[in-house]
């Protein structure tokens, strides 16, 4: 159903564990929305880690806990006045804000970013399906739980998720955008680039161990960064970019290489794609439902093919498609699947 996002403008309170100053598409996202919804004349605020005492994640200290108090939490929700609660993550303050909604009979929404139970059993013995068990629990009493692809949707379905709805993602074209390639003179051609976390499910061994030519860069950094800068001395690690030179990077390279198998979309796959750089990534959920034209980008259970076959490509068809992802359309999906917190919901599950 469209709902005209500049009437009746509202309240609208965002939980998230997720927070600066993480780098991750998590934050990209929120922090994109926010700015359009604002513009919109909506109020947002934001529930974050910030204010409490946080500690690492073990094996991922960039990654914090919060180590909130239900009474500072639910203070925090009732001094929002709210006329709309979502619940971005599954951490402990969005499983606060769960408990603080069903206590007092309040309807919310929630988002699904994360392959959570393909990241725990990377690295622990846990079963994928005890962990789909705990996502079911945390996002059946909302009223929806949006998920960016359709690929995603349908999977989560196979899991036994209900009440699903689409809140795809935007990219901002004024940043990543065609220009001048001012990176990477240096290395010899062509320039193949990866953005984003240096971690076991990004799967960045795959790109790293491809016999194709040229120079592979890296941006971004990870837990997994020393190992493979021991393992492949040859590549060159540039650490997180931001801003205007992130945006030459994606602009400077020949093909953006997405190795990728859990990703729930991959917003630097738009970054890339709105910068006029071709895409070369595995056919999974993510890129096979953003790489939707063969002249803008390669899928191929061979990333090496992949890689080859999108060097001949023209930027400009990347960028076309890269056009078509806006952070407005993203925010009207928002908008659309959000419920009034006195809106009658289902009966919700005990805790």
């Known amino acids: 159903m469209y709902i005209d996002p500049k009437l009746s403008c509202r309240r609208i309170l965002i939980v998230t564990d997720a927070w600066r100053p993480q780098i991750n598409g998590v934050v990209r996202t929120l922090e994109s929305l926010a700015k359009q919804l604002r513009e919109w004349g909506h109020e947002v605020s934001f529930l974050t880690p910030e204010p409490f005492w946080t500690v690492p994640v073990p094996t991922y200290p960039e990654i914090r806990l919060s180590l909130a108090s239900r009474r500072s939490v ?72 949006m998920v960016p692809t359709p690929s995603l949707r349908d999977e989560l379905r196979g899991h036994g998720f209900t009440h699903l709805s689409l809140w795809g993602r935007g990219v901002d074209g004024r940043r990543f955008r065609l220009g001048e390639r001012s990176m990477f003179t240096e290395m010899p051609g062509p320039h193949l680039l990866y953005v ?57 390279a020949d093909v953006f290489v997405f190795p990728s198998r859990t990703d729930t979309f991959g917003n630097v796959l738009t970054e890339a794609l709105a910068s006029g750089t071709p895409v070369a990534a595995y056919p999974v959920t993510g890129p096979r439902d953003i790489v939707t034209d063969p002249r803008a980008g390669t899928l ?52």
């Open 74 to 145: 639910f203070l925090a929700m009732v001094r929002a006045r709210a006329h709309h609660i979502h619940i971005a993550t599954e951490g402990p303050l969005g499983l606060l804000a769960r408990r603080y909604c069903l206590e007092r009979g309040k309807a919310f929404t929630t988002s699904l970013h994360t392959r959570f139970p393909e990241y725990v059993a990377a690295r622990l013995p846990v079963p994928e399906e005890w962990s789909y068990g705990f996502l079911r629990w945390f996002h059946d009493p909302a009223v929806t739980t």
């Open 196 to 252: 984003g976390r240096v971690s076991a499910e990004k799967n960045v061994a795959d790109f790293l161990a491809l016999d194709v030519p040229g120079s592979k860069i890296v941006v971004g950094d990870g837990p997994e960064r020393a190992h493979l800068e021991r393992l492949y001395p040859e590549v060159h690690f540039a650490g997180y970019l931001h801003g205007e030179a992130l945006a030459a990077a994606y602009r400077s």
């Open 300 to 351: 191929s259970e061979d990333l090496g093919l992949a890689v080859r076959r999108s060097l001949t490509l023209e930027r400009l068809h990347a960028r076309a498609l890269g056009e078509q992802f806006t952070w407005a359309a993203s925010a009207q999906q928002f908008v659309s699947a959000l419920a009034p917190i006195h809106a009658a919901q289902r009966l919700a599950k005990a805790i």
